[in-house]
């Protein structure tokens, strides 16, 4: 009885439940294609996608988690999350190569003026880093919408950990290793703002991630100095 209850919960959901698989596929074919080519992109997609249909219980929950889809939502209105959720990522995405393409230019500056390397760091820090990680942390204080996703990524995260623990932690681990050196600082902050209680823990987690961030990049963005100005010279050609 319970298998067969099983099953046609499945049949039941399982329209719904495709739609997140294809969406699930497209997300990380596009993504990983796009940064390391489509020979690992869509290989990759492929396996987690079968990893997930594998487990289509925690995926059908943890995704819901993520697009904060709720038990009673009409179609329109699950439709309306997942819109929302994926405008965000693609404006925060574009907003992302932007920051970037200025932190270039500011690092390219410094060193053409003689600028030393604290100073392009400290540059970094105060003209882009804090500034745009601070504007979207304090969005979400004031109005609880948050652009960077993070939150969702959180919601996901912990569905994760209550179904499965070891998946959990590696999601946890994955997210404080990306957290080091990749994942932009207003991301992280609201990522583990469950930790970052009170509004002074907020601000130093901030402070010190958007200084960690500049020094990082700034340090990847100097030592490829040449390498971006020939990068430039080659497109200019």
Same mark, same amino acid.
């Given at each position: 009885?319970? #298998?067969?209850?099983?099953?046609? /919960? $499945? ?14 596929? *497209?997300?990380?074919?596009? $993504? ?5 080519? #489509?020979? *690992? ?25 993520? $697009? ?8 329109? +209105? ?11 990522? *693609? ?35 105060? $003209? ?10 304090? #969005? ?11 939150? /969702? ?12 623990? +070891? ?68 497109? +200019?050609?």
């Amino acid at each position: 009885m319970d #298998i067969l209850r099983r099953s046609a /919960a $499945f049949v039941r959901e399982m329209p719904w439940v495709a739609v997140k698989f294809c969406l699930l596929f *497209i997300g990380i074919a596009i $993504f990983v294609s796009y940064n390391f080519g #489509i020979r *690992i992109g869509f290989p990759l997609a492929t396996a987690v996608t079968l990893l997930s249909v594998a487990h289509w219980r925690i995926f059908d929950k943890a995704s819901d988690a993520f $697009f904060d889809i709720r038990k009673g939502d009409a179609v329109g +209105k699950m439709t309306e999350k997942i819109t929302v959720t994926v405008a965000k990522r *693609i404006f925060y995405s574009s907003l992302d190569y932007i920051l970037a393409g200025l932190s270039i230019w500011l690092v390219i500056a410094a060193k053409n003026h003689g600028f030393s390397y604290p100073a392009a760091v400290a540059a970094m820090w105060v $003209f882009i880093d804090l500034p745009s990680a601070g504007a979207f942390v304090a #969005i979400y204080e004031k109005t609880g919408r948050d652009m960077t996703l993070g939150r /969702a990524y959180r919601r996901m995260a912990n569905t994760i950990l209550e179904y499965s623990k +070891k998946a959990g932690v590696i999601v946890f681990v994955y997210e404080i290793t990306l957290a080091s050196f990749w994942s932009g600082p207003d991301y992280t902050v609201l990522f583990f703002r469950d930790e970052l209680k009170t509004r002074m823990r907020l601000a130093v987690g901030l402070m010190s991630i958007t200084a960690a961030h500049a020094f990082l990049w700034t340090g990847v963005y100097w030592l490829g100095y040449e390498n971006v100005l020939e990068l430039i010279r080659h497109f +200019k050609g």
